[in-house]
């Protein structure tokens, strides 16, 4: 559904004050993160900053190219995951330097979902409010 809305977004809207190549590219940057099995060692591919991080903007405006492709490699990641599923220690711990609460990995996951979903809600809603369309629900994945 991310990917839809990414797709759906008109030019001229991508990067207007709703910013939604920002929510996109927070959102995919997330994924790659919590898909993370040492998320201490955690980079994302050479185009894209640890800015986030620092909650600061990225050093430009990633293009929906960009972030489809982004997408593409942690959806890729994610497979390999699931593939692997009972190899990876889904109880094991998932740490994060100075975490207020350590997740196990399945439980970063399930985060990891309800983020997607949270943020593909929002564009697809301002989608809605600004071209007066939006991507139709998907009930099943790729």
């Not at 001229?12 to 997330?30: E, G, L, M, V």
Request: charged fraction near 30%; include cysteine.
């Amino acid at each position: 559904m991310l990917e839809n809305a990414i797709k759906k977004c008109p030019q001229n809207q991508w990067n207007t004050d709703r910013r939604i190549w920002y929510n996109a590219y927070h959102c995919i940057f997330y994924i790659d993160y919590y898909l993370t099995r040492d998320p201490q060692n955690f980079n994302p591919p050479d185009l894209f900053t640890l800015s986030e991080f620092k909650r600061i903007d990225p050093p430009r405006v990633y293009n929906k190219e960009e972030l489809l492709s982004y997408l593409k490699f942690c959806r890729a990641k994610a497979k390999s995951i699931l593939e692997n599923i009972d190899q990876i220690g889904l109880l094991e711990d998932w740490k994060k330097e100075k975490a207020i609460k350590n997740y196990s990995f399945l439980e970063i996951i399930l985060y990891n979902l309800r983020h997607i979903q949270h943020h593909a809600a929002q564009i697809n809603t301002w989608l809605r409010i600004e071209i007066d369309d939006a991507p139709d629900w998907i009930a099943r994945g790729k």
